[in-house]
């Protein structure tokens, strides 16, 4: 069996490099990390401790690898988590992911470490590698709003959901329809561009691609996209916002230029997080509360690796109709 000293050797570091990216120290270089972690994998590195217990004990946790989850999205999600985890005496151990040589590291770390019974990951994209290795050690992984072919997963026909959005606002007239949409860099941001622009095509127009803007899933995205088409000279008649939050910024903005909702431009948002009823949004409502319940519900059945024949469990998001549209 491979020790510290081993990888250690291999990788070309001192025993106490292994030992910080083993435990994500941010004071690793990113070229280092890498070579740490490739020779954990290669070398199949278990700590001792780990390595007596595998085979015998429960820790009664579950893991919960999430991005930045002070965002709504995610605190919905696991507020599901843990509803389900309380219910059945389960701990929750969560590894915030801030960066990706983080998300790496974790990646690598858990199924050697067990210090939980099974992995819920969250919105993040999983490598075959990565995903192989779970299956390997037996490690019960479930990826909510994200997919792997072998990896059991939930998600929501976000295509679908930007489709309904867009319809709604192509229906009540408008044609010149700005879209705040997500960085590309998520699978969800792409999802919802193919349902925007599968709408405009269905309906026999075009739209304006100079009306379409990214940004990041919050207020200040939001904030910036309209700053940005402001300074454009784009003058949209609706809006479509790939978040609740990103339309909360764009309102705000649009109130420093005098512009009313929805009397002068209509607004669309997507989530349908807590506030959007309370400013009358309309918007895209998703089962966030309840794929975190479900997903954890799944893991904790038996805490054996679900079946993956069945493909992802698929979600249909609907159109909640508020004033922010003029209904």
Not at 95 to 102: A, E, G, I, T
Not at 277 to 297: D, N, S, V
Request: charged share 25%; proline share 5%; glycine share 8%.
């Amino acid at each position: 069996m491979a020790t510290i000293y081993d990888v250690a050797k291999k990788a070309g570091v001192g025993v106490g490099t292994v030992s910080r990216v083993l435990n994500a120290n941010v004071h690793v270089s990113p070229q280092t990390r890498e070579r740490v972690l490739l020779a954990i994998e290669e070398l199949d590195y278990q700590p001792h401790a780990v390595a007596r217990s595998l085979a015998t004990r429960r820790t009664n946790s579950i893991g919960v690898l999430v991005p930045f989850f002070t965002r709504h999205f995610f605190i919905e999600v696991l507020r599901g988590i843990q509803d389900v985890a309380h219910r059945t005496d389960q701990g929750i151990f969560l590894y915030n992911v801030q960066k990706h040589d983080q998300k790496e590291t974790y990646l690598a770390r858990i199924p050697v470490e067990r210090r939980v019974d099974g992995l819920i990951v969250i919105t993040l994209r999983i490598r075959d590698g990565h995903a192989a290795k779970f299956q390997k050690g037996k490690l019960p992984v479930i990826l909510v709003d994200s997919y792997h072919p072998i990896l059991p997963s939930l998600v929501v026909d976000n295509a679908y959901g930007a489709k309904l959005a867009t319809e709604h606002l192509l229906g009540l007239g408008h044609q010149k329809i700005a879209f705040l949409n997500g960085l590309m860099r998520y699978h969800a941001s792409r999802a919802r561009k193919d349902g925007f622009e599968e709408a405009y095509s269905q309906s026999g127009l075009q739209p304006d691609p100079k009306l379409v803007v990214e940004t990041e899933f919050d207020r200040s995205g939001g904030k910036q996209g309209m700053a940005f088409l402001w300074e454009r000279g784009a003058r949209p008649t609706a809006i479509f916002a790939a978040s609740d939050l990103q339309a909360i910024g764009a309102i705000e903005f649009l109130k420093t230029k005098g512009v009313r909702v929805p009397e002068d431009m209509a607004i669309v948002g997507y989530d349908d997080i807590e506030m959007a009823e309370l400013l009358g949004l309309t918007t895209i409502r998703q089962p966030m509360y309840t794929m975190g319940a479900e997903a954890a519900e799944r893991l904790l059945g038996g805490l054996e690796p679900p079946p993956t024949t069945e493909g992802p469990r698929v979600y249909r998001p609907e159109l909640v109709i508020r004033e922010s549209t003029g209904c």
